[in-house]
């Protein structure tokens, strides 16, 4: 079956600190691959996405690369922010698997001043 | 940006009642989807709805589920007799298409709390 496995939290980081969180994967099938954000008291939010090998997906400082070698979709951003704070959800989906989402356990951030 | 609601916010129940969550989503959206996150656990997925039908339903979601879309707008969950175990976070989430690099829109969720 499909499963994600992504590092465990919480992560402490200051401000302007390097953020990398880990995310490897297995897929029966051709996965696409997402990261969503889920800050305080919110729903789930699309932060980024990639959908085949070497696909880079980028959106608010944040990037991550398919690597279909090692099986991995880990997120990184070069300077964070206190509005980074938020849990972190690594998620792929394989239309030929009904195309649900599987989600990793999620990664809590906190960004201290 | 159109987004997908979902209401209430937070439901409280007596165990054995029943409950429906309801959800509305974005307009032009064919793909409807039901998840679920136990508190610290893993958002996890319960059914998938397309042309009114299901069209993936995950071994969680027993004879005690049902979802319907009755109008052109809603789409429900509806758990029949709640047991404690169903207290959790509910996310409803609707995908314009199944090409691959479509993703799913998520709402804020429905907060469940069974007494």
């Known amino acids: 079956g499909n499963s994600v496995t992504q590092m465990e939290g919480p992560v402490t980081l200051s401000e302007e600190a390097f953020l990398t969180i880990n995310c490897t994967y297995t897929a029966t099938g051709y996965p696409s691959l997402f990261w969503y954000v889920q800050y305080p008291g919110e729903g789930l939010q699309l932060l980024l996405k990639?959908?085949?090998?070497?696909d880079k997906g980028s959106n608010k400082g944040f990037e991550a690369t398919y690597r279909k070698e090692t099986t991995s979709f880990h997120l990184e951003k070069g300077s964070v922010q206190v509005s980074d704070s938020a849990v972190y959800f690594c998620?792929?989906?394989?239309?030929?698997?009904?195309?649900?989402?599987?989600f990793g356990g999620g990664t809590r951030v906190l960004v201290k001043p | 940006e159109p987004e997908v609601t979902q209401t209430p916010s937070h439901q409280v129940t007596q165990m054995g009642q029943e409950v429906i969550l309801r959800c509305v989503p974005i307009?032009?959206?064919?793909?409807f989807y039901w998840y679920r996150q136990i508190l610290g656990q893993k958002v996890e997925f319960l059914v998938s709805f397309y042309n009114n039908e299901i069209s993936e339903k995950s071994e969680i979601f027993d004879d005690q589920f049902s979802v319907e879309r009755p109008d052109g707008s809603n789409f429900t969950l509806k758990i029949r007799s709640t047991k404690l175990e169903d207290s959790a976070m509910y996310f409803c989430?609707?995908?314009?298409?199944?090409?691959?690099?479509?993703?799913?829109?998520f709402g804020d969720g429905t907060r469940l709390s069974i007494l």
């Open positions: 998620a792929l989906k394989v239309k030929a698997a009904g195309n649900k989402l599987t």
């Open positions: 307009s032009n959206h064919l793909y």
């Open positions: 990639a959908t085949k090998a070497d």
């Open positions: 989430a609707s995908e314009v298409s199944q090409v691959a690099d479509q993703p799913q829109h």
